[in-house]
């Protein structure tokens, strides 16, 4: 089945019908000649094919275009209804702007594959808001790889980018009008980028809802782990995109729960004030998760539902007890289930055929709780963890030492799925923080895992890594007993 579709293209109005599964960067390049935005890894690694995506924001009170870079090797067509696509070519319609005049003069520059995504990663940055400084910059560019160049031509042209950008205005509106009065944005395109344009379907109903069930219904978050596996289009796969069902979308207080939609992407989540005041500290744990565009269009309920046995997001959110609602797609039924009995194999779930996650639910919205994250891969950023495990408790202090509550642990990487370490959490409950309760819940928590050797690990070391990483979670929730120097002396 056609979906209506109706976006801007660089201030342009498009409307064209697609039957879903192809992706933004294919069309650009091979319908509308934008060969700007180039074509690299294909996967969302190296940023070759960013372009700045319009979005209306989750909070409907916002009030503003949130833009956003992503990866459009990953961006169904079909999902942009009601968006505006800015390319490379969009921003260079007057001429070489700033940030570009700074690529080109620190010499950062040499094959140019990779420009076009720095410069739109560096846009989007300045687009966002936020203080503005070079590191600020150097992060905005964690999913861009050059392969000729070397990075310290980069750094020197974002060092000297940085101070011309220090004082942007918070608003956004004001934002965009000084982005536009020193060139970054050319005039006519700012001006089209201040809103958007209507959608040509307010998709309530599914294209597969209007029908009888289609044989293959897929329901899709931000598609950054789908196109991964499906580079090709899929006609006969109708697709359920979850952002564009507004009751999806944000993050929510409800009944003393908080409600995070399927829409939620991984940046929302770490944004959420909501999210920060539950789950003290884990917005540190950002920088451990993919990169900026991937963020900006992953979800956490995609993260979950396709079940990598090493999901981040999925981790975390196991410490933090969260249960799901899966709801009928072709029905009003719902039902709740916990996210440790979710998982019940490799890539198996307790979610049926008919039934997509409406929400994830962190109970006890009004009962915060510590958070500590930690992940081993072969690179610092953007890849794949090996281990990964969280912890979430709350702390009671008292005279003596802390004494730990609701703890739960989680592991990854070390199982056919996400393991919840309920033995481990079941022993640290109630008790006080000291050297032995370390080593014992670290014992325990490798004791939990059933892990099998593959190229990011063997069998032993992912088990040792556990017990190490659990011990490490302790470290950082509670610097103040240097429990370090009885643990490893
Ligand atoms: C370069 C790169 C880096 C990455 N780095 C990380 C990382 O560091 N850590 C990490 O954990 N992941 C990482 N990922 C994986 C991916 O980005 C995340 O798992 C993300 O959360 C997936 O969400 P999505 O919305 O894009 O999923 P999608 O691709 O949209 O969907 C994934 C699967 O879930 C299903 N699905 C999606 N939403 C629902 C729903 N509401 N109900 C039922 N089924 C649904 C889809 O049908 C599909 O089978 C990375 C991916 C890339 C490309
Ligand atoms: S082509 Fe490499 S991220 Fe899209
Ligand atoms: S300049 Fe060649 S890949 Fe960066």
């Given at each position: 089945m056609h979906m209506s579709l109706r976006f801007r293209l660089n201030g342009r109005l498009i409307e064209l019908k697609e039957s879903g599964g192809a992706v933004l960067l294919d069309w650009l390049r091979r319908e509308e000649g934008l060969t700007g935005t180039k074509e690299g890894c294909r996967e969302g690694d190296c940023g070759a094919c960013l372009v700045l995506l319009g979005e209306a924001p989750a909070d409907p009170h916002a009030g503003k275009v949130e833009w956003v870079p992503v990866t459009s090797c990953l961006l169904a067509?079909?999902?942009?209804?009601?968006r505006h696509?800015?390319?490379?070519?969009?921003?260079?319609?007057?001429?070489?702007?700033?940030?570009?005049?700074?690529?080109?003069?620190?010499?950062?520059?040499?094959?140019?594959?990779?420009?076009?995504?720095?410069?739109?990663?560096?846009t989007a940055r300045l687009l966002e808001g936020g203080s503005i400084h070079e590191a600020a910059l150097a992060a905005a560019l964690e999913g861009n790889l050059c392969r000729c160049t070397g990075y310290a031509a980069i750094r020197r042209a974002v060092a000297k980018i940085a101070p011309d950008f220090a004082?942007?205005?918070?608003?956004?509106?004001?934002?965009l009008a000084a982005l536009a009065e020193r060139g970054v944005i050319p005039p006519a395109l700012a001006e089209s980028m201040k809103d958007l344009p209507p959608a040509a379907s307010h998709q309530k109903a599914t294209p597969a809802a209007e029908g009888s069930p289609a044989s293959d219904e897929r329901t899709l978050g931000g598609g950054t782990d789908w196109f991964v596996r499906h580079p090709d289009p899929e006609p006969e796969t109708e697709f359920e995109f979850v952002d564009r069902q507004r009751k999806l979308r944000g993050i929510h207080k409800v009944d003393g729960r908080l409600e995070i939609g399927a829409a939620?992407?991984?940046?929302?989540?770490?944004?959420?004030?909501a999210v920060r005041a539950l789950a003290q500290g884990i917005e540190s744990f950002e920088v451990?998760?993919?990169?900026?565009?991937?963020?900006?269009?992953?979800?956490?309920?995609?993260n979950i539902a396709n079940a990598s046995p090493v999901a981040d997001m999925t981790a975390m959110l196991l410490a933090l007890d969260a249960r799901l609602r899966l709801k009928e797609r072709h029905g009003e039924a719902t039902r709740e289930v916990a996210l440790r009995d979710f998982f019940l194999g490799y890539k198996k779930t307790a979610a049926r055929d008919d039934e997509r996650i409406d929400a994830i639910i962190l109970p006890d919205a009004a009962v915060p709780r510590r958070v500590a994250f930690e992940k081993a891969a072969k690179r610092a950023r953007l890849d794949i963890a090996a281990v990964n495990t969280a912890m979430a408790c709350r702390i009671e202090e008292g005279e003596g030492a802390p004494v730990l509550r609701d703890v739960r642990l989680s592991a990854g990487g070390v199982g056919p799925t996400p393991l919840f370490?309920?033995?481990?959490?079941?022993?640290?409950?109630?008790?006080?923080?000291?050297?032995?309760?370390v080593r014992e819940v670290s014992r325990l928590a490798a004791a939990g895992t059933s892990a099998m050797s593959d190229a990011r690990g063997s069998a032993s070391y992912r088990t040792t890594m556990v017990e190490r990483l659990t011990t490490a979670h302790f470290l950082r929730l509670f610097p103040e007993l240097k429990l370090e120097e009885e643990l490893f002396a």
């Open positions: 067509l079909g999902d942009l209804d009601g696509v800015v390319t490379i070519e969009g921003l260079a319609a007057d001429g070489p702007t700033p940030v570009m005049r700074a690529l080109h003069d620190q010499n950062a520059s040499q094959c140019g594959f990779c420009s076009p995504g720095i410069v739109v990663a560096i004082d942007l205005p918070k608003d956004f509106s004001e934002r939620a992407t991984i940046r929302e989540f770490f944004a959420s004030r451990d998760v993919a990169s900026p565009s991937i963020r900006a269009r992953g979800t956490l309920a995609g370490l309920a033995a481990a959490s079941a022993f640290a409950e109630g008790k006080a923080v000291d050297a032995a309760l």
